[in-house]
């Protein structure tokens, strides 16, 4: 057996149950179930203004050793969503979504920053439609392939939305990784040469949860740094592009209450 086919991440049986030491499912504080629509958000800062805007309620937590993350629950053109700050990287986001998901959610939201590879303008609204899959988080949820194709139902619906919105956008192939140090310059040419526009670092694990257990999934992005530029980072406006990043998470909000609900699970 060569050593790729060898390769750990290839030991995993996708169509066994969770791990029966999984937690138990997240409820809200008065024992009601949460609402089936989340927004993941990867901007603390928006989601906390908006939460306070809002007078959003506290409605549960999710316990981690790093931190605890509250669940705000917000009612949005008539529908309940829950609200969460989602952690940076593949691993952490899948295990909320994992959570979420379990607890009976059925459409995910995530919305946040990415680095271009291609000349997209800084702040551009980006919708992946399918993810380079370099982290090992999404193979534990799905069989192993170079690519995974987001809910393309989800993903059409998520751009009929923005549209209506008047938001200009455009859609993706993202490249999920793990390695943000290793976003070398010959990488980054071969993964263009693959037809990445975007580089992310959850993209791809999102996707193959939603996707094991039957839960609508699509992504709302923002142009943010740029690595277009051979062997030169420019980081741009992104964490400072306050309009950008209002504008993402008012478009994920949007879709995140409108989209519909399949009978996929």
């Known amino acids: 057996m060569s050593e790729m ?27 009601s ?25 506290q409605i549960a937590v999710l316990h981690s050793e790093t931190r605890d993350f509250p669940i705000y629950r917000d009612h949005v053109r008539n529908t309940n969503v829950c609200l969460v700050q989602a952690p940076v990287g593949a691993p952490a986001a899948a295990i909320m979504a994992d959570l979420l998901i379990s607890s009976g959610v059925e459409v995910l939201v995530a919305c946040g920053g990415c680095g271009v590879l291609t000349p997209i303008s800084s702040g551009m609204i980006l919708v992946p439609t399918e993810a380079l899959r370099d982290e090992g988080t999404s193979f534990c949820y799905c069989a192993p392939t170079r690519n995974i194709v ?33 976003e070398t310059p010959c990488l980054i040419e071969k993964r263009k040469s693959e037809g990445c ?69």
């Not at 049986?13 to 809200?28: Q, T």
């Not at 990043?245 to 399949?262: E, N, P, Q």
């Open 150 to 182: 987001l809910d393309i139902d989800a993903v059409n619906e998520a751009c009929r939305i923005l549209e209506e919105q008047e938001a200009p956008f455009r859609t993706c192939k993202t490249w999920t990784t793990d390695g943000f140090f290793r």
């Open 33 to 57: 179930a949460l609402p089936i629509r989340c927004l993941m958000s990867f901007m603390g800062d928006v989601l906390e203004r908006h939460v306070e805007e809002r007078g959003c309620e």
């Open 197 to 265: 526009d975007a580089v992310d670092m959850e993209c791809a694990a999102l996707a193959a949860v939603s996707r094991a257990y039957g839960a609508r999934f699509v992504e709302i992005l923002y142009s943010g740094d740029s690595l277009y530029v051979p062997n030169r980072h420019d980081a741009r406006d992104w964490v400072t592009n306050l309009d950008a990043r209002a504008v993402a998470f008012k478009m994920a909000l949007a879709v995140t209450t409108r989209i519909d609900i399949f009978d996929s699970k």
């Open 5 to 31: 086919t060898n390769c750990p991440l290839f030991d995993h049986d996708c169509s066994e149950p969770r791990n029966p030491m999984s937690r138990p499912p997240l409820a809200a504080s008065d024992g």
